[in-house]
Protein backbone atom coordinates (compact mmCIF):
# COMPACT_ATOMS: atom_id res chain seq x y z
CA UNK A 1 0.00 0.00 0.00
CA UNK A 2 1.50 3.65 -1.05
CA UNK A 3 1.14 5.39 2.53
CA UNK A 4 2.62 2.24 3.88
CA UNK A 5 5.66 2.66 1.28
CA UNK A 6 5.26 6.72 2.08
CA UNK A 7 5.63 5.94 6.23
CA UNK A 8 8.73 3.42 5.43
CA UNK A 9 10.69 6.10 3.20
CA UNK A 10 9.94 8.80 5.50
CA UNK A 11 11.00 6.86 8.79
CA UNK A 12 14.36 5.65 6.70
CA UNK A 13 14.61 9.52 6.09
CA UNK A 14 14.31 10.38 10.14
CA UNK A 15 11.37 12.55 9.28
CA UNK A 16 9.60 11.94 12.64
CA UNK A 17 6.63 14.79 12.38
CA UNK A 18 5.57 13.66 8.94
CA UNK A 19 5.97 9.80 10.01
CA UNK A 20 3.73 10.72 12.82
CA UNK A 21 0.85 12.76 10.71
CA UNK A 22 1.27 9.80 8.30
CA UNK A 23 0.55 7.16 10.38
CA UNK A 24 -2.54 9.32 11.98
CA UNK A 25 -3.32 9.44 7.88
CA UNK A 26 -3.56 5.72 7.66
CA UNK A 27 -5.36 5.19 11.23
CA UNK A 28 -7.97 7.41 10.01
CA UNK A 29 -8.12 5.84 6.42
CA UNK A 30 -8.88 2.97 8.60
CA UNK A 31 -5.87 0.80 7.89
CA UNK A 32 -4.85 -2.27 10.60
CA UNK A 33 -2.75 -1.18 13.07
CA UNK A 34 -0.47 -3.96 12.79
CA UNK A 35 0.07 -3.68 9.41
CA UNK A 36 1.45 -0.12 9.55
CA UNK A 37 3.42 -1.22 12.00
CA UNK A 38 4.89 -4.10 9.99
CA UNK A 39 4.67 -2.45 6.27
CA UNK A 40 5.53 0.65 7.58
CA UNK A 41 7.84 1.30 10.60
CA UNK A 42 9.65 -2.69 10.92
CA UNK A 43 9.73 -2.64 7.00
CA UNK A 44 11.68 1.16 6.98
CA UNK A 45 13.73 -0.09 10.34
CA UNK A 46 14.48 -3.29 8.22
CA UNK A 47 15.91 -1.22 5.33
CA UNK A 48 18.02 0.77 8.05
CA UNK A 49 19.54 -2.12 9.54
CA UNK A 50 20.75 -4.10 6.79
CA UNK A 51 21.88 -0.36 5.41
CA UNK A 52 23.58 -0.21 8.68
CA UNK A 53 24.98 -3.19 8.42
CA UNK A 54 26.81 -2.45 4.61
CA UNK A 55 28.19 0.58 6.02
CA UNK A 56 26.00 2.25 3.35
CA UNK A 57 24.37 4.58 6.52
CA UNK A 58 26.02 5.41 9.54
CA UNK A 59 24.85 5.50 13.56
CA UNK A 60 23.70 9.29 13.09
CA UNK A 61 21.49 8.13 10.56
CA UNK A 62 20.36 5.11 12.42
CA UNK A 63 19.23 7.43 15.68
CA UNK A 64 17.25 9.52 13.67
CA UNK A 65 15.69 6.75 12.04
CA UNK A 66 15.23 4.87 15.93
CA UNK A 67 13.71 8.75 16.83
CA UNK A 68 11.46 8.59 14.28
CA UNK A 69 10.17 5.08 14.86
CA UNK A 70 9.49 5.75 18.42
CA UNK A 71 7.69 8.71 17.43
CA UNK A 72 5.61 6.89 14.88
CA UNK A 73 4.54 4.04 17.94
CA UNK A 74 3.36 7.10 19.67
CA UNK A 75 0.50 7.60 17.44
CA UNK A 76 0.15 4.16 16.85
CA UNK A 77 0.00 3.03 20.60
CA UNK A 78 -3.39 3.54 21.98
CA UNK A 79 -4.69 1.67 18.22
CA UNK A 80 -2.30 -1.29 19.30
CA UNK A 81 -3.84 -1.47 22.61
CA UNK A 82 -7.06 -2.95 23.53
CA UNK A 83 -9.64 -0.02 25.24
CA UNK A 84 -11.23 -0.30 28.61
CA UNK A 85 -9.50 -3.59 29.76
CA UNK A 86 -8.89 -4.34 32.54
CA UNK A 87 -5.12 -6.00 33.01
CA UNK A 88 -5.46 -9.47 32.77
CA UNK A 89 -1.84 -9.75 34.88
CA UNK A 90 1.59 -8.20 35.27
CA UNK A 91 4.70 -7.85 33.34
CA UNK A 92 8.27 -6.27 33.99
CA UNK A 93 10.34 -5.20 30.64
CA UNK A 94 13.85 -4.02 30.19
CA UNK A 95 16.68 -3.95 27.84
CA UNK A 96 19.04 -5.93 29.67
CA UNK A 97 22.69 -4.34 31.32
CA UNK A 98 24.75 -2.75 28.87
CA UNK A 99 22.85 -2.65 25.87
CA UNK A 100 20.99 0.04 24.81
CA UNK A 101 18.74 -0.75 22.03
CA UNK A 102 15.05 -0.08 23.23
CA UNK A 103 12.99 -0.31 19.57
CA UNK A 104 12.24 -4.18 19.90
CA UNK A 105 11.93 -3.79 23.85
CA UNK A 106 9.46 -1.14 23.12
CA UNK A 107 7.09 -3.05 20.46
CA UNK A 108 7.33 -6.11 22.88
CA UNK A 109 5.74 -3.96 25.94
CA UNK A 110 3.10 -2.87 23.55
CA UNK A 111 1.87 -5.45 22.35
CA UNK A 112 1.91 -7.18 25.37
CA UNK A 113 0.02 -4.62 26.72
CA UNK A 114 -2.38 -5.17 23.56
CA UNK A 115 -2.73 -8.22 25.44
CA UNK A 116 -4.33 -6.80 28.24
CA UNK A 117 -1.15 -7.41 30.71
CA UNK A 118 -0.21 -4.43 32.33
CA UNK A 119 3.54 -3.73 31.62
CA UNK A 120 6.27 -1.84 34.05
CA UNK A 121 9.41 -0.97 32.06
CA UNK A 122 12.09 -0.24 33.33
CA UNK A 123 14.19 0.86 30.37
CA UNK A 124 17.77 0.24 29.30
CA UNK A 125 20.80 -1.11 30.48
CA UNK A 126 18.91 -3.16 32.92
CA UNK A 127 20.94 -5.06 35.85
CA UNK A 128 19.73 -7.82 37.92
CA UNK A 129 19.37 -5.88 41.11
CA UNK A 130 17.29 -3.62 38.98
CA UNK A 131 15.21 -6.60 38.46
CA UNK A 132 15.26 -8.06 41.51
CA UNK A 133 13.70 -4.99 43.31
CA UNK A 134 11.46 -4.44 40.70
CA UNK A 135 9.89 -8.40 41.00
CA UNK A 136 9.69 -7.36 45.25
CA UNK A 137 7.79 -3.82 44.29
CA UNK A 138 5.67 -4.97 41.44
CA UNK A 139 4.80 -8.37 41.79
CA UNK A 140 4.32 -9.35 38.36
CA UNK A 141 4.19 -13.01 36.73
CA UNK A 142 6.28 -12.91 33.90
CA UNK A 143 10.02 -10.70 33.58
CA UNK A 144 10.36 -10.17 29.91
CA UNK A 145 14.35 -9.72 28.73
CA UNK A 146 15.62 -8.16 25.55
CA UNK A 147 19.27 -8.30 24.34
CA UNK A 148 20.51 -6.91 20.74
CA UNK A 149 24.04 -7.29 21.00
CA UNK A 150 25.94 -11.02 20.75
CA UNK A 151 28.08 -8.95 24.01
CA UNK A 152 24.54 -8.20 25.96
CA UNK A 153 22.89 -11.86 25.64
CA UNK A 154 24.98 -13.42 28.69
CA UNK A 155 23.44 -10.19 31.03
CA UNK A 156 19.94 -12.37 30.79
CA UNK A 157 21.87 -15.39 32.05
CA UNK A 158 23.32 -12.67 34.95
CA UNK A 159 19.84 -11.49 35.46
CA UNK A 160 17.91 -15.35 35.94
CA UNK A 161 20.96 -16.17 38.40
CA UNK A 162 20.34 -12.78 40.28
CA UNK A 163 16.40 -13.50 40.26
CA UNK A 164 17.21 -17.07 41.81
CA UNK A 165 19.63 -16.48 44.08
CA UNK A 166 17.36 -13.92 45.42
CA UNK A 167 14.36 -16.76 45.74
CA UNK A 168 12.15 -15.38 43.47
CA UNK A 169 12.29 -17.73 40.19
CA UNK A 170 9.40 -19.76 41.55
CA UNK A 171 7.57 -16.69 41.49
CA UNK A 172 7.78 -15.68 37.99
CA UNK A 173 7.99 -16.93 34.41
CA UNK A 174 11.08 -15.07 32.89
CA UNK A 175 11.03 -14.79 29.04
CA UNK A 176 14.24 -13.80 26.57
CA UNK A 177 13.94 -12.39 22.88
CA UNK A 178 16.29 -10.19 20.92
CA UNK A 179 17.61 -9.87 17.31
CA UNK A 180 20.89 -12.87 18.73
CA UNK A 181 18.64 -14.46 20.69
CA UNK A 182 17.19 -18.37 19.88
CA UNK A 183 15.22 -20.88 21.10
CA UNK A 184 18.11 -23.41 22.28
CA UNK A 185 20.19 -20.16 24.32
CA UNK A 186 16.97 -19.73 25.83
CA UNK A 187 16.68 -23.26 26.93
CA UNK A 188 20.50 -23.17 27.79
CA UNK A 189 20.45 -20.05 30.34
CA UNK A 190 17.10 -21.27 31.91
CA UNK A 191 14.63 -19.18 30.55
CA UNK A 192 11.30 -20.33 30.82
CA UNK A 193 9.84 -18.74 27.34
CA UNK A 194 11.53 -17.32 23.79
CA UNK A 195 9.95 -15.39 21.21
CA UNK A 196 11.37 -14.28 18.17
CA UNK A 197 9.11 -11.18 17.80
CA UNK A 198 7.31 -9.00 19.60
CA UNK A 199 3.72 -10.43 18.18
CA UNK A 200 4.34 -13.74 19.33
CA UNK A 201 5.97 -12.79 22.45
CA UNK A 202 2.39 -11.09 23.38
CA UNK A 203 0.69 -14.50 22.61
CA UNK A 204 3.19 -16.35 24.38
CA UNK A 205 2.16 -14.07 27.56
CA UNK A 206 -1.58 -14.34 27.01
CA UNK A 207 -1.25 -17.86 26.99
CA UNK A 208 0.08 -17.92 30.83
CA UNK A 209 -3.07 -16.43 31.98
CA UNK A 210 -4.98 -19.04 30.05
CO1 LIG B 1 22.91 -1.10 17.09
N1 LIG B 1 23.54 -2.89 16.60
N2 LIG B 1 24.57 -0.78 18.06
N3 LIG B 1 22.19 0.66 17.42
N4 LIG B 1 21.55 -1.52 15.91
C1 LIG B 1 22.60 -3.76 15.92
C2 LIG B 1 21.82 -4.61 16.90
C3 LIG B 1 23.58 -4.61 14.98
C4 LIG B 1 22.99 -5.98 14.58
C5 LIG B 1 23.89 -3.76 13.71
C6 LIG B 1 24.84 -4.47 12.76
O1 LIG B 1 26.02 -4.46 12.97
N5 LIG B 1 24.30 -5.04 11.73
C7 LIG B 1 24.83 -4.66 15.84
C8 LIG B 1 24.95 -5.86 16.79
C9 LIG B 1 25.97 -6.87 16.32
C10 LIG B 1 26.11 -7.99 17.28
O2 LIG B 1 26.02 -7.89 18.46
N6 LIG B 1 26.34 -9.14 16.70
C11 LIG B 1 24.76 -3.34 16.58
C12 LIG B 1 25.86 -2.70 17.17
C13 LIG B 1 27.22 -3.35 16.97
C14 LIG B 1 25.73 -1.51 17.93
C15 LIG B 1 26.85 -0.72 18.64
C16 LIG B 1 27.89 -1.56 19.39
C17 LIG B 1 27.47 0.17 17.54
C18 LIG B 1 28.68 0.98 17.97
O3 LIG B 1 28.58 1.81 18.83
N7 LIG B 1 29.78 0.65 17.35
C19 LIG B 1 26.05 0.20 19.59
C20 LIG B 1 25.81 -0.47 20.96
C21 LIG B 1 25.17 0.47 21.97
C22 LIG B 1 24.71 -0.28 23.21
O4 LIG B 1 23.64 -0.82 23.22
N8 LIG B 1 25.55 -0.34 24.23
C23 LIG B 1 24.78 0.32 18.83
C24 LIG B 1 23.97 1.44 18.89
C25 LIG B 1 22.80 1.60 18.17
C26 LIG B 1 22.00 2.90 18.14
C27 LIG B 1 22.01 3.66 19.47
C28 LIG B 1 22.61 3.76 17.05
C29 LIG B 1 20.59 2.38 17.67
C30 LIG B 1 19.62 2.02 18.84
C31 LIG B 1 18.56 3.08 19.06
C32 LIG B 1 17.48 2.57 20.00
O5 LIG B 1 17.18 1.40 20.13
N9 LIG B 1 16.86 3.54 20.66
C33 LIG B 1 20.96 1.08 16.98
C34 LIG B 1 20.11 0.40 16.07
C35 LIG B 1 18.82 1.10 15.72
C36 LIG B 1 20.44 -0.86 15.52
C37 LIG B 1 19.73 -1.65 14.40
C38 LIG B 1 20.07 -0.93 13.06
C39 LIG B 1 18.25 -1.77 14.49
C40 LIG B 1 17.76 -2.38 15.81
C41 LIG B 1 16.26 -2.24 15.84
O6 LIG B 1 15.74 -1.38 16.50
N10 LIG B 1 15.58 -3.08 15.04
C42 LIG B 1 20.40 -3.10 14.52
C43 LIG B 1 20.56 -3.80 13.18
C44 LIG B 1 19.38 -4.69 12.87
O7 LIG B 1 18.68 -5.16 13.74
N11 LIG B 1 19.22 -4.97 11.64
C45 LIG B 1 21.58 -2.80 15.34
C46 LIG B 1 14.13 -3.02 14.90
C47 LIG B 1 13.48 -3.76 16.06
C48 LIG B 1 11.98 -3.75 15.86
O8 LIG B 1 13.96 -5.11 16.02
O9 LIG B 1 15.15 -4.91 18.25
O10 LIG B 1 15.43 -6.99 16.80
P1 LIG B 1 14.59 -5.87 17.29
O11 LIG B 1 13.31 -6.47 18.00
C49 LIG B 1 12.52 -7.49 17.41
C50 LIG B 1 12.94 -8.90 17.82
O12 LIG B 1 14.32 -9.05 18.08
C51 LIG B 1 12.04 -9.21 18.98
O13 LIG B 1 10.85 -8.46 18.73
C52 LIG B 1 11.15 -7.26 17.99
C53 LIG B 1 10.11 -7.00 16.91
O14 LIG B 1 9.36 -8.04 16.52
N12 LIG B 1 12.45 -8.90 20.34
C54 LIG B 1 11.97 -9.65 21.38
C55 LIG B 1 13.23 -7.92 20.85
N13 LIG B 1 13.28 -8.01 22.18
C56 LIG B 1 12.50 -9.06 22.54
C57 LIG B 1 12.16 -9.57 23.79
C58 LIG B 1 11.30 -10.68 23.85
C59 LIG B 1 10.80 -11.26 22.70
C60 LIG B 1 11.11 -10.76 21.45
O15 LIG B 1 10.92 -11.24 24.99
C61 LIG B 1 11.23 -10.64 26.21
Same mark, same amino acid.
Given at each position: MQILNNISELLQKGKAKDVKVLIQEA?????? #?????????????? /?????FKNNEVYV #??????ARAMNAGLEVLK #??????? &?? #? /?? =?????? &???????????LVKMMIEGQGIEC??????????NI &???? /?KYNPQIVCLSALLTTT???QKDII???????? =??????????APVTQDFAQQIG??????????????? =?????
Open positions: LDKGII #PNDILNEGLIAGMS /IIGEK #PEVLIA #PALKKSG &VE #P /IG =RAIICT &VKGDLHDIGKNIDLGVDASGS &VDAI /IMMALAITKAGL =RDKVKIMVGGADLYSPDAASAATLA =RSLYK
